[in-house]
């Protein structure tokens, strides 16, 4: 599925003005850059507080089941997307359909801190559970207050995903929380990480996961690597392990 084929003005964009049809994305895409082989398509899915892109990388071959991957949804837990990165600037993929999201909370990113330039933790922030939460979690003053939700929420109703893997840190473990416990299990044996059950201290209001599993057919979890994994591991061994959970591969120059 190509979310690519409409192109838009960043006027457009900014006076949010756009109605999708179901074969066009809401926001610019443009095509794979030569240096990157795996990338089919970019795409631009909205823009933070400040205004930076949040940008959607297409990979692999666009037939079968997606799968997304979602990285720096808090700011200070960077180091996962260079997984991401690293699927996105490698060899091209094969048998796999996927999207990567290596930065969802650009704005955080910037500043090193979890929430967002409005001080709102987007994994708070979803219509799912969402309760009126302040200090280290603030809510935000609604369900879906910030541009950066608003964003993924349009994207994941567009793309409806089969599987998502959502990367945050350091808490190192795959929650047990999830719609489909099996999937869980695979995941957790084949990025060698525990299964844990990531309560967030009683109920955890308002995550991406949490209204993904809710709303959609597809089966989202959440992974946590540790405070301080290594360059090696996020950059040669987890890509590695990522495309074995889904069956992908890479295609080996000859």
């Known amino acids: 599925m190509r979310l690519g084929h409409l192109l838009v003005t960043a006027t457009a964009l900014a ?4 109605v999708a049809s179901p074969t066009t994305a809401t926001s610019y895409a443009a095509p794979a850059p030569r240096e990157r082989p795996a990338v089919i398509e970019k795409v631009v899915i909205g823009h933070s507080v400040k205004g ?9 071959e666009p037939r079968g089941k997606r ?3 979602v990285a720096t949804m808090h700011g200070d837990e960077g180091r996962p997307r260079q997984i991401l990165n690293a699927l996105r600037d490698g060899r091209r993929i094969h048998d796999l359909n996927l999207w990567v999201v290596p930065v969802y909370n650009p704005d955080g990113l910037a500043r090193g801190t979890r929430k967002n330039a409005r001080g709102v933790d987007l994994n ?7 309760a009126d939460l302040d200090g280290s979690y603030e809510s935000g003053s609604r369900a ?5 939700t608003r964003a993924m929420m349009r994207f994941l109703r567009k793309l409806r995903p089969t599987r998502i893997l959502s990367f945050h840190q350091p808490l190192h473990g795959v929650d047990t929380d999830t719609k489909r416990p099996s999937y869980s299990r695979h995941v957790a044996r084949e990025l060698g990480l525990p299964l844990k059950s990531f309560t967030c201290g009683g109920v955890c209001h308002g995550t991406m996961t949490g209204w993904f599993n809710r709303r959609f057919d597809g089966a989202a979890v959440t ?11 996020m950059r040669t061994r987890a890509p590695r392990q990522v495309l074995r959970i889904f069956g992908g591969t890479r295609i080996t120059p000859r």
């Open 52 to 60: 930076r892109p949040i940008v959607a990388w297409h990979l692999g």
């Open 15 to 18: 006076a949010g003005s756009l």
């Open 124 to 130: 708070r922030n979803f219509p799912y559970h969402w």
């Open 144 to 148: 879906g207050s910030e541009p950066e």
């Open 223 to 233: 992974v946590e690597y540790g405070a301080r994994p290594s360059r090696t591991q």
């Open 67 to 69: 799968v997304l991957l």
